[in-house]
């Protein structure tokens, strides 16, 4: 077996115990004699896989009781359209639009209401976090939506816009499970889990309980009612049921691993190696502005498209793989997610150094 180092954006690296784990389990989940593939989602055994993905989560994340969590399909694009269908009781809700996810779930929610960009980073490519101490919100707008970390273009949010008391609704897709969240900030988190957490086909959804109502827009398909979904304890219809099993097992990897604090002092670690690299490179250079740098994603470019078309083939023949930058964007992009190792990123660096003496 020979694994690569994979710096995809998404889907993403695992944690090659859980993947170990779950092809021991393959053929006899623990002694049923089938693999959760072929189980019913009704059965006693799934009931428990569902049930303990759920608390490991909250045990992670601190999620208060007046939180539900939903474990559903249609991927963080899907909910582009059910945030707007479910909160939006005054037709009008403020978008902060620093990336393409951002700008998508703004451009969807315009068809189901007023949408105001009420800040964007457009004007730079996204390359910073707009100043969201003061900005001017609709009185009666519904909440307020952002991507908290920009999978494109590498910035996270360093801290949380001023909402003026509006509700606060995140798509934290690429920094999910990343570092601690005080959960009661928001209204709705939510995210892909194909980023930072398992397999392609699950997103998450993390509502405060009150948001969840049978007062929806008209037209609100029956699957895409939070309520639906929160009365059957996601399982109105069948559930992506083998996703939400390896998001179970990478949820106790990560308190194995000591929870969200240790994570976000690896993830700061790893950073530190790669940017620190970045910094001093007279061919490499980072992309963002340094203060709104995200943790999980690292754009970075040479300044010469073929340069930067020879250091992939390169990287990827010495078994770096994944490093070419978004298609919208060019140039490379390291996702360096919770199951990235250290040694990964050292690895790269040290590739990256060699690179850059060789082609000086
Ligand atoms: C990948 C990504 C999405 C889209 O996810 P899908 O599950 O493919 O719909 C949305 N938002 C962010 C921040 C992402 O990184």
Known sequence: MSRVYNFSAGPAVLPEEVLQEAADEMMDYQGCGMSVMEMSHRSK????????????????????????????????????????????????????VTGQWAKKAYQEAKMYGEAVEVASSADKTFSYIPDCSDLDIPEDADYVYICENNTIYGTKYQTLPNTKGHLLVADVSSCFLSEPVDVTKYGVIYGGVQKNIGPAGVVIVIIREDLITDDVLPGTPTMLKYKTQADNDSLYNTPPCYGIYICGKVFKWLKKMGGLEVMKQRNEEKAKILYDFLDQSKMFKGTVEPKDRSLMNVPFVTGDADLDAKFVKEAT??????LKGHRSVGGMRASIYNAMPKEGVEKLVAFMKKFEEENA
Request: no cysteine.
């Open 45 to 96: 055994v799934y009931d428990t896989i569902i049930k303990e993905a759920e608390a490991d989560l909250r045990e992670l994340m601190n999620i208060p009781d007046n939180y539900k969590v939903l474990f559903l399909q249609g991927g963080a694009s899907q909910q582009f359209a059910a945030i707007p269908m479910n909160l939006m009781k005054n037709k009008k809700a403020a978008y902060i």
């Open 317 to 322: 023949e010495a078994g770096f793989v994944n």
